[in-house]
């Protein structure tokens, strides 16, 4: 007896046929063994001072490897330093220089107030008076804070042992120009400077003696201790 066409289509025998591919489109996959022994025969890099982040430890580099650790830990070491001992210079120039008491530019702020608040200097220069560390200095008509920091100034040492600050600057103002000089003396057992002479000189016109500590000592009075509103002694 024959089995009819559908019957057979739908047989469950049919349908358990063992389906047979071609040998070729069979794949070859690594597995987890494969790639592990594959990564541990990776070499890698040698250590030098440009390349070490210290992730490797000590005990795993070779000699070569810790001379290149050691030299880039010194050479970073020696960068702190010199950073630390530069940044020290730079702040004793700016107090020394600049914000003590006993600077250079608190001298000339206070000598050029002085000038400013006589009278005598005003009628003789005029208004809107200006200071300059050199007549040539047309670039930069007032000193500002670089320019007081440049003034002309020179520090001696007498046989006595007492220092002597020399300052000179200009000052200009609507009628004329005139010539500022200040002297400040500072004994050895004194640790400040002292006011000793303040002038202006305008030419064609009398000094303008702002302070003098020889005359006050000539005349028989007792030498301010007071300069410029700020008390010395």
């Known amino acids: 007896m024959k089995v009819p066409y559908s019957i057979a289509r739908s047989s469950p025998t049919a349908l358990r046929r063992p389906i047979i591919f071609p040998a070729i489109l069979r794949r070859p996959y690594a597995t987890h063994s494969s790639l592990t022994g594959t990564s541990t025969t990776t070499r890698r890099k040698t250590v030098t001072?440009?390349?070490?982040?210290?992730?490797?430890?000590?005990?795993?580099?070779?000699?070569?490897?810790?001379?290149a650790r050691t030299t880039q830990q010194t050479f970073n070491f020696v960068l702190i330093v010199v950073g630390v001992v530069a940044t020290g210079a730079v702040a004793s120039y700016l107090y020394f220089d600049v914000f003590s008491t006993d600077s250079k530019t608190a001298h000339f702020n206070r000598a050029a107030n002085k000038v400013r608040d006589d009278t005598r200097c005003t009628e003789l220069l005029g208004k809107n008076v200006e200071f300059?560390?050199?007549?040539?200095?047309?670039?930069?008509?007032?000193?500002?804070?670089?320019?007081?920091r440049r003034s002309p100034t020179t520090v001696s040492k007498d046989r006595y042992g007492t220092e002597w600050m020399y300052?000179?600057?200009?000052?200009?103002?609507?009628?004329?120009?005139?010539?500022?000089?200040?002297?400040?003396?500072?004994?050895?057992?004194?640790?400040?400077?002292?006011?000793?002479?303040?002038?202006?000189?305008?030419?064609?016109?009398?000094?303008?003696?702002?302070?003098?500590?020889?005359?006050?000592?000539?005349?028989?009075?007792?030498?301010?201790?007071?300069?410029?509103?700020?008390?010395?002694?």
């Open 49 to 67: 001072p440009f390349n070490d982040d210290g992730r490797i430890s000590w005990g795993d580099l070779s000699t070569g490897e810790k001379i």
């Open 132 to 148: 300059r560390n050199t007549l040539e200095a047309q670039h930069s008509r007032t000193f500002g804070a670089a320019g007081r």
């Open 167 to 233: 300052m000179r600057f200009y000052a200009v103002g609507d009628k004329a120009i005139g010539e500022v000089q200040l002297q400040m003396t500072k004994r050895p057992d004194e640790k400040q400077f002292q006011p000793h002479k303040l002038w202006m000189d305008v030419k064609g016109a009398k000094r303008v003696m702002l302070e003098d500590a020889d005359a006050a000592k000539k005349d028989g009075r007792r030498v301010p201790g007071k300069m410029f509103g700020v008390r010395w002694w």
